[in-house]
């Protein structure tokens, strides 16, 4: 096992390129798997998906804030509004 992500290996290249991708499970599932593999293969990049994906879930548990519930009915209002007036002008959306 070589350490490719210092060398920048086009594999570490393209894994580092796809890592929040990856992380959200968004590529498509040959993409997916390929990264994985090399992930298997590279401690330095299975080091910073790592770090990456548990710095995700501590922003996902830490940054949570509460909508106020005026805000909420305000932004609500808004959307029905828009959407209302988009309909009866034949769905098109005005700049």
Avoid: W
Avoid at 22 to 45: G, I, K, N, R
């Amino acid at each position: 096992m070589t350490d490719e992500a210092e060398t920048g290996s086009p594999g570490c290249q393209e894994a580092l390129r796809s890592m929040y991708e990856f992380l959200d499970h968004e590529l498509p599932t040959a993409s997916q798997q390929h990264v994985q593999q090399h992930l298997d293969d590279c401690m330095p990049c299975l080091e910073a998906f790592e770090f990456e994906a548990e710095l995700k879930q501590v922003i996902a548990k830490c940054c949570r804030d509460e909508v106020p519930a005026d805000l909420y009915v305000k932004v609500k209002m808004q959307l029905k509004a828009e959407i209302e007036g988009n309909s009866s002008r034949g769905g098109i959306p005005q700049a």
